[in-house]
């Protein structure tokens, strides 16, 4: 812009304002509220961009956009959000068959500050969720039904195997997942070619299983809120086994003697 000593045309000075309300509200700190954040924290994003109102204004939004396959996580996210915030938005679904919602949330960034969260890849469990199984386990299992799978691997000695998959090695969600599950977990490397974008994808995968010394804590914290069913019905069909070895004889490795063949078929 030139100024007017200079001789040059002088233009109008167009001032630009941001104009962000912040109001400040308790949140209670409950399993429902951990099962959200380990989901948005899986498939979710938090995102800011600029809006020009008028010629004189531009207005800078807060938005947070939750985006899966699964409907029953997602209907479940939003009324969590809703119930939590008083807000009321409409999912959507696109043609491939993703389902979603987005908030606007410039007027939470307090509450989100208070809560924890944090939306960077790997998930990170909040302060006030990573040493309490009861927050923990419904966190995690926002985490299985956003970014994990659940399978079940050798047939002769039955495994079960819940997987959380993101971008980034997951050092802290895995050591808390030891602790809160006494349980080893391991991060492994998974490379898979995408044929749609002609390219590599690389992950890392976070795995443990369920086992003598963790059913209890997988079944009374992180089972009941499992939206997604057939991934709810693996870990289910599978904790029978322990409900078989409580008068069974268990094995030295610690697997129970599993003859149901219906458990046996459930392999996805």
Same mark, same amino acid.
């Given at each position: @812009?030139?100024?007017?000593?200079?001789?040059? #045309?002088?233009?109008?000075?167009?001032?630009?304002?941001? +104009?962000?309300?912040?109001?400040? @509200?308790?949140?209670?700190?409950?399993?429902?509220?951990?099962? @959200?954040?380990?989901?948005?924290?899986?498939?979710?994003?938090?995102?800011?961009?600029?809006?020009?109102?008028?010629?004189?204004?531009?207005?800078?939004?807060?938005? %947070?956009?939750?985006?899966?396959? &699964?409907?029953?996580?997602?209907?479940?996210?939003?009324?969590?959000?809703?119930?939590?915030?008083?807000?009321?938005?409409?999912?959507?679904? !696109?043609?491939?068959?993703?389902?979603?919602?987005? /908030?606007?949330?410039?007027?939470?960034?307090?509450?989100?500050?208070?809560?924890?969260?944090? /939306?960077? &890849?790997?998930?990170?469990?909040?302060?006030?969720?990573? #040493?309490?199984? $009861?927050?923990?386990?419904?966190?995690?299992?926002?985490?299985? $039904?956003? $970014?994990? $799978?659940?399978?079940?691997?050798?047939?002769?000695?039955?495994?079960?195997?819940?997987?959380?998959?993101?971008?980034?090695?997951?050092? +802290?969600?895995?050591?808390?997942?030891?602790? #809160?599950?006494?349980?080893?977990?391991?991060?492994?490397?998974?490379?898979?070619?995408?044929?749609?974008?002609?390219?590599?994808?690389?992950?890392?995968?976070?795995?443990?299983?369920?086992?003598?010394?963790?059913?209890? #804590?997988?079944?009374?914290? %992180?089972?009941? +809120?499992?939206?997604?069913?057939?991934?709810?019905?693996?870990?289910? !069909?599978?904790?029978?086994?322990?409900?078989?070895?409580?008068?069974?004889?268990?094995?030295?490795?610690?697997?129970?003697?599993?003859?149901?063949?219906?458990? @046996?078929?459930? !392999?996805?």
């Amino acid at each position: @812009m030139k100024n007017e000593s200079s001789g040059g #045309n002088v233009l109008s000075e167009i001032k630009y304002s941001i +104009y962000v309300k912040i109001v400040s @509200m308790s949140v209670a700190k409950t399993p429902e509220i951990s099962y @959200m954040i380990g989901a948005l924290q899986g498939d979710g994003c938090l995102t800011k961009y600029f809006v020009k109102e008028r010629e004189d204004r531009i207005t800078l939004r807060h938005v %947070i956009i939750l985006e899966a396959i &699964d409907l029953e996580m997602v209907k479940k996210v939003k009324e969590i959000f809703e119930r939590t915030f008083s807000r009321k938005r409409k999912i959507y679904k !696109r043609s491939e068959g993703r389902f979603g919602f987005t /908030f606007g949330v410039k007027t939470l960034l307090n509450e989100f500050k208070e809560l924890d969260i944090d /939306f960077k &890849d790997p998930p990170k469990p909040p302060q006030w969720i990573k #040493n309490r199984i $009861d927050f923990f386990g419904p966190y995690l299992a926002g985490l299985i $039904d956003a $970014d994990g $799978d659940v399978r079940i691997k050798r047939p002769k000695y039955p495994q079960c195997a819940i997987r959380i998959t993101s971008g980034h090695p997951q050092k +802290y969600l895995k050591e808390f997942v030891e602790k #809160n599950l006494n349980c080893c977990a391991s991060i492994t490397e998974e490379k898979s070619f995408n044929k749609q974008w002609i390219m590599w994808n690389h992950g890392f995968r976070l795995e443990f299983l369920v086992s003598s010394k963790n059913f209890e #804590n997988i079944k009374q914290y %992180i089972l009941q +809120y499992i939206q997604i069913p057939r991934k709810k019905l693996i870990i289910e !069909r599978y904790l029978r086994k322990f409900d078989i070895g409580n008068t069974a004889k268990v094995a030295e490795s610690g697997h129970a003697v599993w003859k149901n063949p219906s458990i @046996m078929a459930c !392999r996805y």
